[in-house]
């Protein structure tokens, strides 16, 4: 009887044990898979700081031009009232490039930003998260070959779902240009960008979609379709989602690049 007693009151200390040391994980494994499902989100009310690298190659009507682009994307939500957000999200590259065009040679700085400013009731419509606004093309490129050297404006809008582990949705804008250099020509060019990510409970993110834009001066679509896979880990205190991919070029104009692509991606995370 004794012994009886004492392998329960041992197999209920094993039990406790696993149970303390096993709450404290699973806790945190649910807080990530929680972040990784927000930033599936591209307007969730998360501070969040994307550090994007792209490598294209095949490049130019004789595809010898590379480049190599690091986006910075800092996105910022504001509390306007008890019903509605402003998510700010900005892009702004950095290049390095080569020969994209025969006898191009190199350039490095920064090109040209784009700034969204997205508004967003905080209660969804039913199953879905929606928001709109302005975006505008900002002339900060430092090289006339990083630059299209005009401010331009549009609209832009997102709506998405999110049931269980499936984020699905799309975001467009159109942008026109409206002032800048006489001497280059002007631009009118539809972003759209359909996207599907599948969040995983240990918060690893698959994502699918595509970044295609139409320029309607030339009638030329420009489609990379983008696979690739994240997760949230801890970057020496820092939480963060790291990962990369692939993008194919289905569609490229001649000036464009071609084949593969490959993307690096971190994000730099600040959960209120």
């Known amino acids: 009887m004794n012994l009886t007693r004492s392998m329960s009151r041992s197999a209920c200390a094993l039990t406790a044990l696993f149970v303390s ?3 404290p994980a699973l806790a945190q494994d649910t807080a990530e ?3 990784a499902k927000q930033l599936s989100n591209p307007i ?3 501070i969040s700081f994307p550090i994007q690298l792209n490598w294209e190659e095949n490049i130019g009507s004789a595809d010898t031009g590379s480049r190599l682009g690091v986006n910075l994307q800092p996105v910022l939500p504001f509390e306007l009232s008890e019903d509605w957000n402003l998510i700010s999200r900005t892009i702004l590259p950095v290049v390095w490039q080569d020969e994209i065009f025969t006898g191009a040679g190199s350039q490095f700085g920064l090109g040209d930003a784009v700034q969204s400013a997205f508004f967003s009731p905080k209660a969804p419509a039913g199953q879905w998260i929606w928001g709109a606004g302005p975006v505008l093309l900002l002339p900060t490129g430092t090289d ?3 630059s299209a050297k005009k401010w331009g404006i549009g609209p832009t809008a997102l709506a998405l779902t999110q049931r269980g582990p499936i984020t699905a949705g799309a975001l467009v804008n159109h942008i026109w240009s409206v002032a800048g250099d006489a001497d280059r020509g002007d631009l009118s060019a539809t972003f759209l960008q359909p996207f599907f ?4 409970p240990t ?3 698959f994502t699918l979609n595509t ?3 139409y320029d309607w001066k030339s009638e030329q679509w420009s489609v990379p379709i983008y696979g690739g896979v994240t997760k949230i880990t801890n970057l020496g205190g820092q939480l963060a989602s790291v990962g990369g991919g692939l993008r194919y070029w ?4 001649d000036s464009g690049p071609e084949g593969l692509a490959f993307r690096f991606l971190v994000v730099l995370l600040f959960p209120k």
């Open 21 to 23: 040391i096993a709450t």
């Open 33 to 35: 898979a929680e972040l």
């Open 44 to 46: 969730a009310s998360l």
């Open 203 to 205: 918060a690893w993110t």
């Open 211 to 213: 970044e295609s834009t």
């Open 144 to 146: 006339q070959l990083l």
């Open 197 to 200: 990510a599948y969040n995983t």
């Open 250 to 253: 289905a569609a490229s104009p």
